[in-house]
């Protein structure tokens, strides 16, 4: 099984792929059986069986979700988005139960932020895609390579893909599968994701009420400490916004990831 999930921390939202991961326990059954039968020795693993793997990850580099109010922005020019080769894998997005893909209300919201240079906001680059493939290949190597569990073309009995429905995440499953597989197939490539009401690969404040009220005032709070609002009050006077502006560190974070990682298509700007 494999899942992409889009991870949401208190920092920054996340993607992720699911596969692969009973066999610890099952590692430890064995191992418990033989001290049961008096071996104190070490396990013999040839009596170790792989049954299961999950891999759980987020997302590659992405643009920001939200642009820093300053005259000079950085440039995300849409030669950002070209799509390696090498990652091109064909996929079908359906629910849980196989039907249409859900409407996604996260998409919709990055699509109305665009950023200078023509990009939108939150949107899986080329160098996330070639994190996500690199990834892919790692896997790769450990159970098609060095332990043959998986065979070397995907297999949609062998593999279920599971995702957050937002496009970066389902496109960096797509890369990861790409490089796990090397682009080839037996069968259709099926990524599978649920509502957004429904999710639980993130913390879900829209549907949980409970964490929702346990949330509540919790960021504002935290910016009302002495010494991180005077922090946040320092690095506004350095980056020449006035203190009213209504910018908090995660969103000086979520630049400052997306920056790093943007590529060498990136243009003018900085700050």
Known sequence: MITSAFNMRVWAPVGVLTSLAYCFHQRRVALAELRAAG???????????????QV????????PLKPLPLEEQVEWNPRLLEV????????????????????????SQYSRTTLKGGMLAGQLTKVGMQQMFALGERLRMN??????????????QEVFA???????????????????????????????TVEADSEVLYPNYQS??????????RKEAAALQPQISVDLKEVKEEMGLDS????????LLD???????????SLHGSW
């Open 39 to 53: 071996d104190q020795g070490p396990a013999d693993r040839s009596l170790l069986e792989l049954k299961m793997v």
């Open 56 to 63: 759980v990850f987020r997302h590659g580099a992405r643009s």
């Open 84 to 107: 390696p080769p090498q990652t091109q894998f064909n996929y079908t997005v359906t629910d849980l139960a196989g039907g249409p893909k859900p409407y996604s209300p996260y998409d």
């Open 143 to 156: 159970y098609v390579e060095d332990i043959p569990f998986l065979s070397p073309t995907f297999n949609p």
């Open 162 to 192: 599971r995702s957050t429905n937002m496009y970066r995440n389902l496109e960096s499953t797509r890369c990861l599968l790409a490089g796990l597989f090397q682009r080839q197939k037996e069968g259709p490539v099926i990524i599978h």
């Open 208 to 217: 949980c009420q409970n964490l929702r009220q346990r949330i509540r005032g």
């Open 244 to 251: 009213s502006v209504e910018v908090d560190f995660l969103i």
């Open 255 to 265: 630049n400052m990831a997306a920056e790093q990682k943007r590529g060498p298509c």
